[in-house]
């Protein structure tokens, strides 16, 4: 017998499985038709988001930076239940801020890393 948990978990990893689908879907039909059309590689991955330091810096200090996220967004007006398109603005602003408040030189580390990470991606690229 499936537990509310499990019910929970499949009723998140489908919605998150149909935000990729329609992703994917928008991606491509921003494009020309078929004749005209780009390799599907090339118009997906050109669509990917753009590294800024911040976000190397969030990813790369979970420890550190969630406790910090969390108390900044709940100040902020953020709770558990807010729904996605209102809630990631309100985590960007928070990252904007929290990156903000690092010194000069933290800074220009994390934006060196995040260029680093953007010429790797371009590698990737076909």
């Known amino acids: 017998m499936l537990s509310t948990f499990h019910i929970q978990r499949d009723k998140h990893l489908i919605f998150n499985i149909q ?21 599907i590689l090339k118009a997906v991955l050109g669509e990917m988001r753009r590294t ?3 976000d190397v810096w969030a990813r790369s200090n ?4 969630g406790p910090l996220e969390h108390d900044a967004m709940v100040t902020a007006g953020w709770y558990p239940d807010m729904p996605r398109e209102k ?12 990156f903000a408040a690092l010194t000069e030189e933290e800074q220009e580390e994390w934006e060196k890393k995040s260029k680093e990470e ?9």
């Open 19 to 39: 935000r990729v689908e329609k992703k994917i879907f928008n991606i491509l039909a921003t494009r020309n038709g078929p004749s005209g059309g780009t390799d």
């Open 52 to 54: 800024c330091a911040r």
């Open 62 to 65: 979970p420890d550190t930076y």
């Open 87 to 98: 809630a990631f603005p309100i985590q960007m602003s928070v990252r904007s801020t929290l």
């Open 118 to 126: 953007k010429a790797s991606k371009e590698n990737l690229k076909p």
